[in-house]
């Protein structure tokens, strides 16, 4: 056997294998989206309302200003993220398993016909985690360039936070998950930078073929 062949080989077999990947995942969209497609009217309305929000410029950070958030639970902790990149909550239904991406990337979900994929912060935050339960819902938070889901244990609601009052993390709280705090609270809630999840490469699965 010629063994100047073998990479080319190799190399036509793991073409083979992401384009059929795109194939199950293009058919599996195609359910999904078949399955639960919204009413044009619904989806222009969403469109519109997201456009709106986008829209309105931020008001600069003052003394005395405060953080909107929506808080959750996760392994046993309070999160908190500003409100301001929360698209809506969606109960986790229908998740579909995606080959080959790391592991804390959970799945895709359809939503209102578009495919949001979900990341679970247990797994990239290197924290304890069960399985899924009914209890688990999805927190959807996007900007003008990125969305993407994120698994709660359970939605707390939301809450008003002084700014003025957000500490330093304590030392339990370094390691990856340091890099995308924003600060605790005294009743030690975890606040997370949301602009730097939506921002952060690593969030991102990318299509290198």
Not at 58 to 84: K, V
Request: overall charge negative.
């Amino acid at each position: 056997m010629n063994n100047d062949k073998l990479p080319q080989e190799t190399e036509s077999r793991a073409t083979q294998h992401w384009a059929a990947i795109k194939r199950r995942l293009a058919e599996m969209e195609s359910r999904l989206v078949a399955e639960f497609e919204p009413a044009p009217a619904e989806v222009e309305q969403r469109l519109r309302q997201r456009a709106e929000k986008l829209a309105r410029p931020e008001p600069p950070m003052e003394a005395g200003s405060t953080l909107d958030l929506q808080l959750f639970e996760l392994s046993q902790e309070t999160y908190g993220i500003e409100t301001r990149y929360v698209d809506e909550v969606v109960p986790l239904r229908q998740l579909a398993s995606i080959p080959c991406t790391p592991d804390h990337i959970l799945g895709i979900v359809n939503v209102r016909g578009r495919m949001v994929s979900v990341l679970d912060l247990r797994r990239f935050f290197e924290l304890p985690f069960k399985g899924l339960s009914d209890l688990n819902s999805v927190m959807v938070i996007a900007d003008k360039h990125m969305e993407f889901g994120l698994l709660t244990d359970r939605i707390q609601g939301s809450s008003v936070f002084p700014e003025c009052k957000v500490l330093e993390p304590p030392a339990h709280l370094q390691g990856i998950r340091a890099d995308y705090l924003l600060g605790v609270t005294a009743d030690q809630r975890i606040l997370l930078d949301g602009q730097r999840l939506l921002t952060d490469p690593h969030l991102v699965v990318e299509d290198r073929l």
